[in-house]
């Protein structure tokens, strides 16, 4: 398990899952787009990020190989 916490920049489209509605429902995040990784919310393999101001799960891997940190907001508890 890696520690993952910051401003990220997607280089290739990720999978995410969305699981604020009743049903959840996976989709593309597009490559280029930003994640904020608050670190602290996992469910197994699966990290929560907030992306266009909605909290999903991601996974940690796809992060790893996927995304790039850049200068931005860090999130403390719940990300704004």
């Given amino acids: 398990m ?9 280089a290739k489209a990720t999978a ?7 049903k959840p429902y996976c989709f593309q995040v597009p490559q ?6 608050n670190g602290f919310h996992r469910e197994g393999s699966m990290v929560e ?18 995304a790039k940190a850049v200068a931005g907001p860090r999130a403390h508890g719940k990300a704004s």
């Fill in 2 to 10: 890696v520690y993952l916490q910051g401003t990220y920049r997607l």
């Fill in 16 to 22: 995410a899952i969305d699981r604020q509605n009743a």
């Fill in 32 to 37: 280029g787009a930003l994640v904020v990784i």
């Fill in 49 to 66: 990020v907030l992306y266009a101001g909605r909290q999903v799960l991601m996974f940690e891997e796809d992060l790893l190989q996927r």
